[in-house]
């Protein structure tokens, strides 16, 4: 993994190819972590592609924190209530 990359992050990322193995693909694919040769792994990169298709992925110094951007989105979160027992439905909302 890039060695901006912090260990939350890696494990993150870790869970999710688990869980993706597990949840979605019967638990048939290999996990394989890259490490010391992420920039260079050609055999990973043309999966992509190539290494030239994505080249519009920000560097980690460009891209923000992970935690600022946890907190904008929690802030955006907005609660509904929809009912139909009136037999109309009915959308109310109850925070933001």
């Known amino acids: 993994m890039p060695p901006e990359s912090g260990r939350l992050e890696r494990m993150k ?4 190819a688990e869980s993706i193995r597990d949840q979605e ?12 040769d992420w920039n260079t ?15 519009w992925i920000k560097a980690p110094r460009g ?5 600022d951007y946890e907190l904008e989105r929690k802030a955006e979160v907005q609660l509904f209530k929809c ?3 009136s037999g109309k439905l009915d ?3 109850i925070s933001q």
């Open 91 to 93: 959308i109310t909302k």
């Open 41 to 55: 792994n050609n055999e990973f990169w043309k999966h992509f592609g190539g290494k030239q298709n994505v080249g």
């Open 13 to 16: 990322g870790v869970q999710q």
């Open 63 to 67: 891209a923000g924190n992970d935690e």
């Open 83 to 85: 009912s139909d027992a």
């Open 25 to 36: 693909r019967a638990g048939r694919p290999k996990i394989h972590v890259l490490d010391s």
